[in-house]
């Protein structure tokens, strides 16, 4: 159980955080955001994005601009804010120094690579 | 072939089958729920929605097809993925609590797949979490009790049909959530396959597979009935059909004389025929009919036909009735006549039967009877008396005031004026011969032949001089009036006794009086 919740929260402050990188390449759309996730391994259904997605939009971090579509209705199209990218700065100053504690606390230690899904 | 249905997606029209619409719309149901509590739900089951069609919009170009299936729904929705999996952003986990699986209100359906009729016993018993076979128990003994069938015909127009699945899935109080969804939805696919309506053989008890299998035997013991009735109910109308005509052949050929067939004037026998032809003709065919229609369910049959039928039935009824009432009308008036005749005096008289059957050859060869057989009895001595006709003779022994004994033959008949009645009385004959001190009796009047039965009756009061002596033979008992042989006779005794009686200045009176008494005593003290 305790497991489980820490996993969930690692899980979830970084998916944030991809997200917000993933937006700040270029414009996206959700389904590819889902593409790149999975590409990274990062696998979460794409149920679990739309309320995410809203809530950073609605917290002002992203833009989205409606796009034609070939097939069916309209995109959304994502951009970051200014705000959006002064977050993901912040992020990822936390990131770096989080990464390099990880990585020192993990010196000396062999993990092994793992596609097994969390 | 199967239904689709066209739905909307946020201004995309899509054809969508039954099946995967119910299930996407459980899905999407499950989402809306799920999002309920979280702001801007709107907006994430907007975006969720637009991203399900374009995802249809994809899966249908791409294998050109123009119908969405249920794989296409669980293709999409697998990858929307479930709404459990949707929590992993939730920042409140409280939220969780109030989504997922939710419990449903059970409603009160009828379950067709679990019928014997109606499926109303089988819904009421989802309802209440019983077994079917014990609600069909109560309502089998309610039937009994005369409140059965009505009650049964108003549920069955009140509870509406479980038609969907989410309908069925209410109606066993299932939450409907897109797993159970599924679950039920592969249950039902995998039934088909394995040519049950519903697999749940590991799902539920086996108490409840038995009630299913009592189900299933009904409705095989309901097929089975219904097959019966229709194979016999088709001969029955061949073999009635072709009865009539023989029958009415044969009735006009003036071929059926005896009782109640005489009844009936010549003028109305093919009416009659024809409107009893009818009465039976009709039911029979509509419950063929029905028993078709219950056995192959597309059998449809237009309510033009029955209500046909009712008219042509109530038509024969009518015809019958009218007719009947006019035979009825030929009993009105009763008239008669009395035939005086002296017998030779004797101190004592034998009354017997005439044991001579009026029999003529013309008559045995019409009835079709061996003569010298018939059921293992002889015919010429049998003391029945023609049997074309109801009994028809009585008998009354009284003291004469004279000194010669004296018979009188009382013939009456009825008819629809008194004139036609005592005709109808004179053409009836009966036969009394004396030889010496035996007095032989018919047994009936004789009528001829083709005449009409008009309650052609003949009373006979014997007069008989005080202080002579009758035998009595005992076949005379169901024809004698105010005296019963059996006072006169030892018991177990044979019908051609002859019981001794003297006529007194009272009447009649058994000779041997005290002698049967006793034994009577006798055999009580026994």
């Given at each position: 159980m305790i497991v489980e919740n820490t996993q969930t929260q690692m899980r979830k402050g970084i998916l944030e955080y991809c997200i917000l990188s993933l937006i700040s390449r270029e414009e996206i759309y959700a389904s590819d955001i889902i593409s790149e996730l999975t590409k990274a391994r990062l696998i979460v259904v794409e149920g679990t994005i739309y309320p995410l997605l809203t809530r950073l939009k609605n917290n002002g971090l992203l833009i989205y601009n409606w796009q034609e579509s070939t097939s069916g209705p309209p995109r959304k199209y994502y951009i970051l804010s200014p705000a959006g990218l002064e977050v993901l700065k912040r992020l990822d100053t936390t990131w770096s120094e989080l990464s390099y504690a990880v990585e020192v606390s993990l010196e000396n230690r062999i993990i092994e690579p793992t596609t097994e899904k969390s | 072939m199967n239904k689709t249905i066209i739905i909307n997606i946020n201004g995309t029209v899509f054809h969508i089958e039954e099946d995967a619409y119910e299930v996407l719309r459980t899905y999407m149901t499950g989402v809306k729920r799920h999002f309920?509590?979280?702001?801007?739900s709107e907006e994430i089951v907007t975006d969720i929605e637009n991203r399900l069609a374009e995802m249809f919009s994809e899966r249908l170009k791409l294998d050109h097809k123009q119908v969405i299936i249920i794989d296409d729904v669980e293709f999409v929705t697998e990858k929307m993925g479930v709404v459990d999996d949707f929590d992993i952003d939730e920042e409140d986990q409280t939220i969780r609590l109030s989504t997922g699986a939710y419990k449903t209100e059970k409603k009160l359906f009828r379950d067709t797949e679990d019928s014997?009729?109606?499926g109303v016993c089988s819904g009421i018993g989802h309802y209440f979490g019983v077994e079917p076979k014990w609600i069909r128990l109560i309502a089998i003994i309610t039937l009994f009790m005369g409140i059965g069938i009505p009650l049964y015909i108003i549920l069955w127009l009140i509870i509406p049909k479980a038609k969907s699945r989410v309908d069925k899935m209410a109606m066993k109080g299932e939450p409907i959530n897109i797993q159970n969804f599924k679950k039920n939805f592969d249950e039902e696919i995998e039934g088909l396959k394995s040519g049950l309506?519903?697999?749940s053989k590991e799902a539920k008890p086996a108490i409840n597979r038995l009630a299913r299998f009592i189900g299933k035997a009904g409705m095989l013991f309901i097929k089975f009935i219904g097959a019966i009735i229709i194979l016999t109910g088709v001969i029955g109308l061949f073999v009635l059909a072709l009865g009539l005509i023989t029958f009415l052949g044969y009735w006009n050929g003036n071929q059926l004389n005896t009782f109640p067939f005489n009844v009936v004037n010549p003028g109305y026998k093919s009416v009659l025929t024809l409107s009893a032809f009818t009465l039976i003709f009709i039911p029979i065919t509509a419950l063929v009919i029905f028993a078709i229609r219950v056995l192959f369910a597309h059998f449809e049959v237009s309510k033009t036909l029955y209500f046909g039928m009712l008219i042509i039935w109530l038509a024969g009824l009518g015809i019958g009735v009218y007719h009947i009432s006019k035979i009825g009308s030929e009993f009105n008036e009763e008239a008669q006549f009395s035939v005086k005749s002296n017998l030779k005096r004797s101190k004592s008289f034998y009354l017997k039967?005439?044991?001579?059957?009026?029999?003529?050859k013309e008559d045995s060869m019409d009835y079709n009877i061996d003569p010298n057989n018939f059921k293992g009895r002889i015919i010429l001595n049998?003391?029945?008396?023609?049997?074309?006709?109801?009994r028809n003779v009585s008998l009354k022994i009284e003291k004469a005031d004279v000194g010669t004994p004296v018979l009188i033959q009382e013939f009456s008949a009825k008819g629809p004026d008194f004139q036609t009645a005592l005709e109808n009385a004179q053409r009836a004959k009966h036969r009394y011969i004396q030889t010496d001190s035996t007095l032989l009796f018919d047994g009936n009047t004789h009528l001829q032949k083709g005449e009409l039965w008009r309650d052609q009756n003949v009373h006979l009061i014997l007069r008989i001089p005080e202080s002579t002596t009758l035998f009595i033979e005992g076949t005379l008992n169901r024809y004698?009036?105010?005296?019963?042989?059996w006072d006169c006779q030892p018991q177990n005794a044979k019908s051609d006794f002859l019981s001794e009686w003297i006529m007194t200045a009272n009447g009649l009176k058994c000779k041997n009086d005290s002698l049967y008494n006793q034994k009577e005593n006798s055999t009580e003290r026994q």
């Open positions: - | 309920t509590y979280t702001t801007d014997l009729v109606g309506r519903t697999a039967l005439n044991p001579v059957q009026y029999l003529t049998s003391r029945r008396g023609e049997f074309n006709l109801p004698l009036e105010d005296y019963s042989l």
